[in-house]
C-alpha cells in the first residue's frame, strides 16, 4: 500500500487542525478523500493515545466542565428505524470537556450522552488525571451533582453556576441568544473561591471548538458521519489546542502552561510522533 510522505502528511494535518473540512482538505493539498480519512482516523488514535498517557498527575486548581452538542449521520430527531439499522451510531451525540481556568489546558473530554452514565464516566477520568485538590465549576446539569461526589466525594471545592435567561423578543431571528439577566451560585461542597466560580472560560472554549472543528460548526454540511471519524476528530483537535497552537493570553501554549511539555510542537512534531507509534505497534505485532 502507497504511503503518504512526511511532508504530505503534514499537509493535511496542518488543513484539519485550521477547520478545513474534509473535501477542502482534499482540494487545498491534492491527496485522496479516502487518504485523508485515513490520516485523520490514525493520527487522531495516536492523539488520544498520547494526551492519555502524559495527561497524569496535573496540578490543575481550578477546573471548568461543561458540555456541547453535536451529531452523527442526522440529528436524533430525523433518526428513522432504517437508519438507526444501517447507521446505529446516528443521532445526537454530547461533548464533555473539562478546561482549565489558569493554563487553559482541556486534560479531559469525553464523547456519550448527556447522561449521567457518561458524566459519570467523565468526571472519574478528569480525576484521575490531577495530583491536587481542585476548584470545580459546572452548569446546573443536575448529572454533575452525582459525577463530582463519585469522583471526589468531599475532597473538592464544587459550585455550580447557573446563568438565567430572558425571553426572545419577537423581531430578533430564531438564531439569536437569549440575553443573561442574571444568575444563580450554589456551594455544593468544601470552600469554593466566589471570585473564581465562573464557566467564562469553558464557554469561549466551547466557541473555540465551534469555530476550529468543521463537524462542531452550526448550521454547516461537515458534521460526521462515523462516531470512530468524529472522536478521532476531535482528538486532533484538541492535540492542536492543548500542544500546538499558541494561546493569545498565554503566549504559550497550554500544555507548556500546565508544564506537560517544554516546547511549542508542530504538524512535523506530530508526524514524527505518528512514525514511533507505528514503530511501536509494529514491535507489538
Known amino acids: 500500500m502507497n504511503r503518504l510522505d512526511n511532508e504530505k ?18 482540494r487545498m493539498t491534492g491527496v485522496a478523500k479516502k487518504t485523508v480519512m485515513r490520516v485523520l482516523v490514525e493520527v487522531g488514535e495516536v492523539c488520544a493515545d498520547y494526551q492519555d498517557h502524559v495527561f497524569r498527575n496535573l496540578r490543575c486548581k481550578r477546573l471548568q466542565l461543561d458540555e456541547m452538542w453535536a451529531w452523527i449521520y442526522c440529528k436524533e430527531k430525523n433518526r428513522t428505524e432504517e437508519i438507526a439499522r444501517t447507521h446505529p451510531d446516528s443521532g445526537d451525540v454530547w461533548l464533555w470537556i473539562a478546561a482549565d481556568a489558569d493554563t487553559k489546558l482541556v486534560p479531559s473530554w469525553m464523547l456519550g450522552q448527556r447522561d449521567t452514565a457518561t458524566a459519570t464516566a467523565f468526571v472519574s477520568d478528569l480525576a484521575s488525571r490531577l495530583s491536587n485538590r481542585v476548584q470545580i465549576t459546572t452548569d446546573g446539569h443536575r448529572p454533575y451533582l452525582e459525577a463530582v461526589e463519585n469522583a471526589f466525594g468531599m475532597e473538592v471545592d464544587y459550585s455550580i453556576l447557573q446563568k438565567i435567561y430572558g425571553s426572545v423578543l419577537e423581531n430578533e431571528t430564531r438564531y439569536s441568544p437569549a440575553k443573561c439577566i ?24 466551547n466557541w473555540t471548538v465551534r469555530t476550529k472543528m468543521r463537524r462542531y460548526t452550526r448550521l454547516s454540511n461537515g458534521f460526521s458521519r462515523k462516531l470512530g471519524n468524529h472522536a478521532a476528530a476531535t482528538a486532533l483537535n484538541y492535540f492542536a489546542y492543548n500542544f500546538i497552537q499558541i494561546h493569545s493570553t498565554l503566549r504559550t501554549s497550554p500544555a507548556m502552561a500546565a508544564g506537560v511539555t517544554n516546547r511549542l510542537w508542530d504538524a512535523k512534531d506530530l508526524v514524527t510522533l505518528w512514525e514511533s507509534f507505528e514503530y511501536e505497534q509494529k514491535k507489538v505485532a
Open 9 to 26: 502528511r503534514a499537509q493535511v494535518i496542518s488543513c484539519l487542525i485550521e477547520g478545513c473540512s474534509i473535501r477542502s482538505t482534499v
Open 182 to 205: 442574571g444568575i444563580d451560585v450554589r456551594h455544593v461542597s468544601g470552600n469554593p473561591d466566589p471570585k473564581h466560580i465562573s464557566t467564562s472560560y469553558i464557554e469561549r472554549q
